[in-house]
DNA sequence: CTAGCTTGTGGAGACCTCTCCACAACAATA
DNA sequence: TATTGTTGTGGAGAGGTCTCCACAAGCTAG
């Protein structure tokens, strides 16, 4: 049974980061429990980790990020919806530094958290299109395109679009021409 | 006039460092200080940030690697080099952690460092090579493939092959087959 | 209404990175 | 050797993430 006054701390801390994070981006752990009146051990028992809330936080944001997906690819190949979908996400990580860091950490973690897997969703779907008309390797993993993904977030801004670049021309089916010599 | 104490203080905290590391990876500044014997002031000044530090300390390690780049070229085709010292390169990243974490950091800060040229001069030479065979696209950038390697180290370990051979046909030069619509 | 049990709470505390500055140690000069 | 810059020092402290647990609140059942 959920205690009644549990719930109501989770809401109102919901709605304190979401404020805080607005104004500031790298609002800290401590301060978003005291605006939202909890001590830390109830931020840390509804959102184990800054990963989990943020991931929280931003759902909607993300939400709309996914759903733009069936219309990019009703309006261009799949090859450039992919690309239009991922310079959209990552600009949206540049915008929102926090999200950045929740969707790449460094170990993985974030796995299974409610907006990963969505994130996940959508590029698997992106890829599956290009499977199918044969312009996207078969062997093509969203799990790897969202890692690499973070590489671009990291990376200075006006080196995306090129990087990007790189990893679509990747992502062609191989044809085996300048074979790798084994050895 | 560089005091004689001074010099003496930033060996003990190299030695210590490098010691510590050693044994524990992801050993903490403070316990560097302490174990050298100075304060955290003293340890800030001569290593501005713990990358800094760190870098310094693996200086060898990387020189070492940098150093397989000339061997790897005469023995192999310029991809097949590119591959097999990346694999190197993300597995010395992998066993020292902190390694990993100097070399492929949120921003762009390292750049300059005493380790951090080095790595970009091998990658550098690794891709020439490659541009001068015709084996790697003109446009290849060093600092942009650092940065996707830094996220084959930050992904799962059995990923990294797969995501390397990803990257490594990205860099292959372009046929304009499969083209991109526009819009 | 109260007793008892379960669930949830706050904030102290462990440990982190990094900054700041009154003071200590050296070097140069008289 | 004494004096006086200069350069370097240690550790307190600001502010972070996250854990732990004695205690408080809410919820049944009598």
Chains 1, 2 share one sequence.
Do not use: C
């Not at 701390?9 to 500031?24: H, M």
């Amino acid at each position: 049974m959920v205690r009644s006054d549990a719930r109501e701390n989770r809401s109102r801390i919901l709605a304190a980061a979401r404020q805080a994070f607005a104004e500031d981006d790298d609002t800290s752990m401590n301060r978003i429990a005291q605006l939202a009146g909890v001590g830390a051990g109830t931020l840390y028992r509804n959102y184990p980790s800054r990963e989990a809330l943020i991931l929280d936080i931003y759902q909607d944001e993300v939400g709309r990020l996914v759903a733009t997906v069936a219309e990019l690819l009703t309006a261009f190949a799949p090859r450039e919806a992919l690309r239009r979908w991922t310079v959209a996400l990552v600009d949206a990580m540049r915008k929102k530094h926090a999200l950045g860091a929740a969707l790449s950490p460094d170990a993985h973690k974030s796995m299974a958290e409610r907006s990963y897997g969505p994130v996940i969703a959508a590029i698997a779907e992106l890829l599956e299109a290009g499977k199918r008309d044969g312009s996207i390797r078969a062997d093509a993993e969203p799990v790897d395109f969202l890692q690499l993904t973070g590489a671009l977030w990291r990376a200075a801004p006006d080196r995306s679009e090129p990087m990007l670049a790189l990893i679509l021309d990747g992502l062609r089916v191989q044809t085996e021409n300048s074979p790798l010599p084994v050895d």
